[in-house]
């Protein structure tokens, strides 16, 4: 008999402790796929973040570090230099990589530091209960934002795909979504590609994920994707940003 | 007998950490250390190691995180107000048991302070700093000589204990130059299988990590670590005793402050006065038994700080009160005068007749 469909062999048995319709699942499986795909998963090491994924190092089988707030982009360059054979990522959210780790993000992409970074963006904190998060959307309702994001007192949302792509340092950066099938592949696509970039030792590659967030939404699973991709696809536009191996 | 070579204390501190084989620095700007990453940023390439000028003292620390997980010697350092702004990966580098060595030449404050040297982040240093139930070892030298073989023995400290291990310095023996012989002891090799080396689907995964959500699997990980601590408070202790074998004061000080002691010492003997000298080398473990014998046999101590006085609060806990203690200090920058102890030194012998 053919198989025809499997878990990844990088992905662990523990069973996710995600609410129902949350993302995080499927992009946690597309990172193993890639990471099987390219025969890498001995010499992968991943960082967590801070926030809902922080727990990630219980979901993969290769080695894992976790990491301060925001500075997961700072730990995995220090596990980069100490091998840089070694195949390093980080997993971050949009509080822990574009509030608290703005700086640690900005400064490893500005140096085309040749790591992975797969970068969640649900316009919202997860972990901590549903505060207002730097990609919060105007008007959005939160923890803190009760009557609706207002950029006249807090300011807009950071693009942070848009914000890196005017550094000349990174290699790659591509946002995805993964709301329906088609965005899901396309998805894939990119993030192996952000890690086969490293592989080729080409430098920094950031895959935004535009993702759900179901309970502090306030929404079921499948309003929750109609959600993002209503309202967060026209803010927060699909595509290629940078990519160096397309400039002639 | 080696050749030795004039340095400045930051730079002998640099090249002593290659000397033990760390290959990976990171830091940030601040005075007075800045010879420190200028040296690293020169010679780290020359040794195949890399030298990186972080983001902030922040970005610094977590690197030295990933450096320190993945199994290899690595140093940052800083002065007092980049430390505290490090204090959260120390916390976490703690807390995921990870080996590191810390710099600190310090500088006044609170807050911005000056660039003159101190001594006030003792308390910062010894009592913790970052948040958590954690200790650092932390060592003080009083030489160029000992900014260099005690940056090696931190490294050493740091891999058996598995602890970040801070140098608590100062601006002065940070800046000042001597003689120092860069000879140092054959280093040993410790095994690290809890590495971030890639499985090399080999072996089971490693998690280098702090986060433990069960209280009793946090509070397993706390006493296990305490009992490294213990191990540390029984092995490593190491002071200085000078002229203590008679000595009727006792006066006690670290790091810039000993050497101003040493001259008190020296001068208050010329004038017949039989005084002494404990200098603790590591402020944690404290040589709390050195003073607790001391107590048995002087009248009184005499603390010697460049802070409004944080040492002597451990001076008293390891003696149990049970002299009276006193204090000469400077604070802001400020170094005292020998003749600011001899004075106290004199004091006491008057007020004791």
Same mark, same amino acid.
């Given at each position: 008999?053919?198989?025809?469909?499997?878990?990844?062999?990088?992905?662990?048995?523990?069973?996710?402790?995600?609410?129902?319709?949350?993302?995080?699942?499927?992009?946690?499986?597309?990172?193993?796929?890639?990471?099987?795909?390219?025969?890498?998963?001995?010499?992968?090491?991943?960082?967590?973040?801070?926030?809902?994924?922080?727990? !990630?190092?219980?979901? +993969?089988?290769? @080695?894992?570090?976790? #990491?301060?707030? %925001?500075? /997961?982009?700072? $730990?995995?360059?220090?596990?980069?230099?100490?091998?840089?054979?070694? !195949?390093?990522?980080? +997993?971050?959210? @949009?509080?822990?990589? #574009?509030?608290? %780790?703005? /700086?640690?993000? $900005?400064?490893?992409?500005?140096?085309?530091?040749?790591?992975?970074? !797969?970068?969640?963006?649900?316009?919202?904190?997860?972990?901590?209960?549903?505060?207002?998060?730097?990609?919060?959307?105007?008007?959005?309702?939160?923890?803190?934002?009760?009557?609706?994001?207002?950029?006249?007192?807090?300011?807009?949302?950071?693009?942070?795909?848009?914000?890196?792509?005017?550094?000349?340092?990174?290699?790659?950066?591509?946002?995805?979504?993964?709301?329906?099938?088609?965005?899901?592949?396309?998805?894939?696509?990119?993030?192996?590609?952000?890690?086969?970039?490293?592989?080729?030792?080409?430098?920094?590659?950031?895959?935004?994920?535009?993702?759900?967030?179901?309970?502090?939404?306030?929404?079921?699973?499948?309003?929750?994707?109609?959600?993002?991709?209503?309202?967060?696809?026209?803010?927060?536009?699909?595509?290629?940003?940078?990519?160096?191996?397309?400039?002639? | 007998?080696?050749?030795?070579?004039?340095?400045?204390?930051?730079?002998?501190?640099?090249?002593?950490?290659?000397?033990?084989?760390?290959?990976?620095?990171?830091?940030?700007?601040?005075?007075?250390?800045?010879?420190?990453?200028?040296?690293?940023?020169?010679?780290?390439?020359?040794?195949?190691?890399?030298?990186?000028?972080?983001?902030?003292?922040?970005?610094?620390?977590?690197?030295?995180?990933?450096?320190?997980?993945?199994?290899?010697?690595?140093?940052?350092?800083?002065?007092?107000?980049?430390?505290?702004?490090?204090?959260?990966?120390?916390?976490?580098?703690?807390?995921?048991?990870?080996?590191?060595?810390?710099?600190?030449?310090?500088?006044?404050?609170?807050?911005?302070?000056?660039?003159?040297?101190?001594?006030?982040?003792?308390?910062?240093?010894?009592?913790?700093?970052?948040?958590?139930?954690?200790?650092?070892?932390?060592?003080?030298?009083?030489?160029?000589?000992?900014?260099?073989?005690?940056?090696?023995?931190?490294?050493?400290?740091?891999?058996?204990?598995?602890?970040?291990?801070?140098?608590?310095?100062?601006?002065?023996?940070?800046?000042?130059?001597?003689?120092?012989?860069?000879?140092?002891?054959?280093?040993?090799?410790?095994?690290?299988?809890?590495?971030?080396?890639?499985?090399?689907?080999?072996?089971?995964?490693?998690?280098?990590?702090?986060?433990?959500?069960?209280?009793?699997?946090?509070?397993?990980?706390?006493?296990?670590?305490?009992?490294?601590?213990?191990?540390?408070?029984?092995?490593?202790?190491?002071?200085?005793?000078?002229?203590?074998?008679?000595?009727?004061?006792?006066?006690?000080?670290?790091?810039?402050?000993?050497?101003?002691?040493?001259?008190?010492?020296?001068?208050?003997?010329?004038?017949?006065?039989?005084?002494?000298?404990?200098?603790?080398?590591?402020?944690?473990?404290?040589?709390?038994?050195?003073?607790?014998?001391?107590?048995?046999?002087?009248?009184?101590?005499?603390?010697?700080?460049?802070?409004?006085?944080?040492?002597?609060?451990?001076?008293?806990?390891?003696?149990?009160?049970?002299?009276?203690?006193?204090?000469?200090?400077?604070?802001?920058?400020?170094?005292?005068?020998?003749?600011?102890?001899?004075?106290?030194?004199?004091?006491?012998?008057?007020?004791?007749?």
């Amino acid at each position: 008999m053919k198989t025809v469909f499997e878990k990844p062999k990088s992905l662990s048995n523990v069973p996710l402790h995600y609410c129902p319709g949350c993302t995080h699942g499927i992009v946690h499986r597309l990172v193993a796929e890639a990471v099987d795909e390219l025969g890498i998963e001995g010499k992968t090491i991943g960082v967590a973040p801070v926030g809902c994924a922080v727990l !990630i190092y219980e979901y +993969y089988n290769f @080695d894992m570090a976790q #990491a301060a707030h %925001g500075r /997961a982009p700072a $730990v995995a360059t220090g596990i980069k230099r100490a091998d840089p054979n070694n !195949i390093v990522f980080t +997993y971050q959210g @949009d509080g822990d990589l #574009a509030s608290i %780790g703005m /700086a640690e993000t $900005v400064h490893a992409a500005a140096r085309g530091e040749n790591i992975t970074i !797969i970068f969640i963006n649900n316009t919202i904190y997860g972990m901590t209960g549903g505060q207002m998060a730097p990609t919060s959307l105007p008007g959005q309702v939160t923890q803190t934002s009760p009557y609706g994001r207002n950029p006249s007192l807090c300011g807009y949302p950071i693009k942070v795909c848009e914000m890196l792509a005017t550094l000349d340092g990174p290699e790659y950066l591509e946002r995805v979504s993964v709301h329906n099938v088609k965005f899901v592949r396309s998805a894939k696509k990119a993030i192996k590609k952000a890690f086969e970039n490293q592989v080729n030792n080409k430098g920094f590659s950031l895959i935004e994920v535009l993702s759900t967030c179901t309970t502090n939404w306030g929404l079921a699973p499948t309003a929750a994707l109609k959600w993002l991709e209503e309202k967060m696809l026209p803010y927060y536009p699909v595509g290629v940003y940078k990519d160096r191996s397309k400039v002639q | 007998m080696s050749d030795k070579v004039l340095m400045k204390g930051n730079e002998a501190i640099a090249e002593a950490a290659i000397a033990a084989g760390c290959r990976h620095y990171f830091g940030y700007p601040i005075t007075p250390q800045n010879e420190i990453g200028a040296y690293m940023s020169k010679r780290m390439p020359k040794v195949g190691g890399v030298f990186l000028q972080a983001e902030s003292e922040v970005a610094a620390i977590n690197m030295v995180y990933g450096v320190a997980g993945a199994g290899k010697r690595v140093m940052t350092s800083s002065s007092s107000p980049g430390i505290s702004l490090k204090a959260e990966g120390i916390s976490y580098a703690a807390g995921a048991d990870l080996p590191a060595v810390i710099v600190n030449i310090q500088r006044g404050g609170p807050g911005l302070g000056g660039i003159q040297p101190s001594q006030a982040d003792y308390f910062q240093a010894v009592k913790g700093g970052g948040h958590g139930d954690y200790k650092l070892i932390v060592l003080a030298p009083a030489s160029v000589q000992e900014m260099a073989s005690l940056t090696v023995k931190a490294f050493e400290l740091a891999d058996r204990y598995l602890t970040p291990v801070m140098i608590l310095s100062d601006g002065t023996l940070g800046q000042m130059m001597e003689p120092v012989s860069l000879d140092f002891p054959q280093q040993q090799v410790f095994e690290k299988p809890w590495a971030l080396t890639g499985t090399k689907c080999a072996r089971p995964k490693n998690v280098v990590n702090s986060l433990h959500l069960v209280a009793e699997k946090l509070e397993q990980k706390i006493l296990a670590r305490y009992e490294r601590y213990k191990a540390a408070e029984q092995n490593e202790v190491m002071c200085e005793e000078y002229l203590m074998d008679d000595a009727e004061i006792c006066v006690v000080g670290f790091g810039i402050s000993s050497r101003v002691a040493r001259s008190a010492v020296n001068a208050a003997r010329a004038k017949g006065i039989k005084v002494g000298l404990i200098r603790p080398v590591t402020l944690w473990p404290f040589p709390d038994a050195a003073l607790k014998a001391a107590a048995k046999k002087v009248k009184a101590f005499i603390c010697v700080e460049c802070s409004m006085g944080q040492m002597i609060e451990d001076v008293k806990l390891a003696t149990e009160f049970s002299k009276p203690i006193h204090l000469v200090c400077r604070s802001g920058g400020v170094i005292p005068s020998p003749e600011e102890v001899v004075g106290k030194i004199e004091e006491l012998m008057i007020n004791d007749k």
